[in-house]
């Protein structure tokens, strides 16, 4: 084996052995990315869950007009806004399904019915 074929094996098995790792690193990343993405979307959901839970209690009689709710509404609203910076992020995880539109729910929970039924 000549020196030039050594030095061409060492090259190869170098390059090989970086790829490699370069290919794990890249996966690591992306599984941490797209788990970050998840807890975004989940952190959204709960905001806007307690945003329009707010929003329904401040719409109740006994609380309408209070301004201490009124405040935490508004805090709640533009924290949530401000989360939607993100969605870059946590729509990388959404389905890309079609929206249904409301005869679609409607079918779907008339079968799941019809189906218990049976069961």
Request: aromatic content about 6%.
């Amino acid at each position: 084996m000549s020196r030039l074929e050594i030095i061409l094996s060492a090259i190869l098995s170098i390059s090989i052995i970086l790829n490699i790792g370069l290919i794990a690193y890249v996966r690591v990343t992306i599984v941490q990315l797209l788990s970050v993405s998840e807890e975004l979307g989940d952190l959204q959901e709960m905001i806007n869950s307690f945003s329009q839970h707010l929003q329904d209690i401040h719409q109740l009689e006994m609380f309408y007009g209070d301004e201490t709710v009124q405040g935490l509404l508004e805090h709640a609203l533009s924290f949530n806004k401000q989360l939607e910076t993100f969605e870059y992020i946590y729509s990388l995880t959404e389905n890309q399904q079609e929206p249904r539109n409301d005869n679609d729910a409607e079918n779907t929970d008339a079968e799941n019915t019809d189906e218990e039924e049976e069961a």
